[in-house]
């Protein structure tokens, strides 16, 4: 586990019965930042853990059975160490800290969590992974030329391949960073889009952006795209090219066809990375059986020089919600087989 220096002086937990202990919190800052505006994490994580916690001054207090106030200490002890390392604590951090408490207790759990590891630092944020998933897909985005990644929605495929990808341009490990997914529209027929080729393409594009900026700010990510050291395109810009000292992402892979995505990963070239994420269950081709995806799995999955990953709904590192309309579908999908 990766701990920050000197936890042990910032939190104090001192048990007064068996039904409850205090946590004191010496850093003002970490402790806002634990608690949450109009106490919303605290709330969060009185239902999660089924307690009752009470605020005041510079102590949380929890009340419940030994077990729900040991779930408690633990996730405070994970959210302050997560403060410490980061200087954030997002509203996820609160779910993803009591299931990392209960992995502690649960053997059966424990391949689904992960405490606090590798950690990607970026100009507003750092990343970390939530799972052991995640924590194998970091790894493999760190130190693998071809990453392929399977996996329903907010399992952090997208989010964590493209952090990766722009630090290693901001240290200048690779040249360029070149963005991709196919130009296929979502259920819906957007029908003629006004503008030149950028205008036209940039919807599709959209989720890429969102993370880039989210992760390294707006103003630092447009002089990189009007460089060309970050570079945003269809899959279809990819033909005929070779890419050198590059770190490239197909996203949205299952909407592309077995010859697109051979295309994609045969332009590997010298001191690059390639890296392809989709998810089998939102093909929105007509013809879901064009899906290139799972085929390309089949085909490539005995070739050690390629990382395969494949994540399910206990990686899911969104809104807890998401999760679980997840495993909802999953199972409506097993149900009909």
């Known amino acids: 586990m990766l701990e920050a220096k000197n936890l042990e002086k910032q939190i104090l937990i001192k048990k007064i019965d068996n039904r409850t202990l205090t946590v004191k919190i010496f850093d003002n800052k970490m402790l806002m930042a634990i608690v949450g505006e109009f106490n919303n994490n605290l709330n969060e994580l009185e239902k999660l853990t089924k307690t009752k916690l009470y605020f005041r001054g510079n102590s949380i207090t929890a009340k419940g059975d030994i077990s729900a106030i040991t ?48 950690i990607i630092k970026t100009p507003r944020k750092s990343v970390i992974p939530r799972s052991k998933k995640q924590s194998e897909y970091l790894e493999a985005l760190l130190n693998e030329k071809i990453v392929i990644s399977l996996g329903p929605a907010g399992t952090g495929k997208s989010y964590l391949a493209v952090s990766v990808a722009v630090k290693m341009l901001m240290e200048k490990k690779v040249e360029r960073v070149i963005l991709s997914r196919p130009a296929v529209e979502a259920g819906e027929r957007l029908g003629f889009l006004p503008g030149d080729m950028k205008d036209k393409v940039d919807p599709y594009l959209r989720p890429l952006y969102d ?39 197909l996203d949205e892979a299952q909407n592309a066809s077995p010859t697109q995505i051979k295309m994609f990963l045969t332009r590997i070239g010298e001191n690059s990375k390639l890296v392809v994420n989709g998810d089998p269950s939102q093909i929105d081709l007509i013809n879901k059986n064009d899906s290139g995806l799972l085929k390309t799995k089949n085909i490539l999955q005995d070739l050690k020089e390629i990382k395969f990953i494949e994540f399910d709904h206990n990686d899911v590192a969104r809104h807890p919600l998401v999760a679980k309309i997840v495993k909802a579908y999953q199972k409506n999908i097993n149900d009909k087989n």
């Not at 959210?79 to 408490?101: Q, R």
């Open 211 to 249: 993370a880039l900026y989210d992760l390294f700010g707006f103003e630092k990510i447009q002089k990189k795209i009007e460089s060309g050291e970050i570079e945003i395109a269809p899959l279809a810009f990819m033909r005929g090219r070779t890419l050198k000292n590059s770190f490239a992402i």
């Open 71 to 118: 779930d408690v200490s633990e996730s405070l002890k994970y959210l302050a160490n997560k403060y410490l390392i980061t200087n954030s604590i997002e509203n996820s951090d609160i779910d993803y800290s009591v299931k990392n408490s209960i992995s502690e207790k649960d053997e059966k759990n424990k391949n689904n969590i992960r405490p606090l590891g590798q």
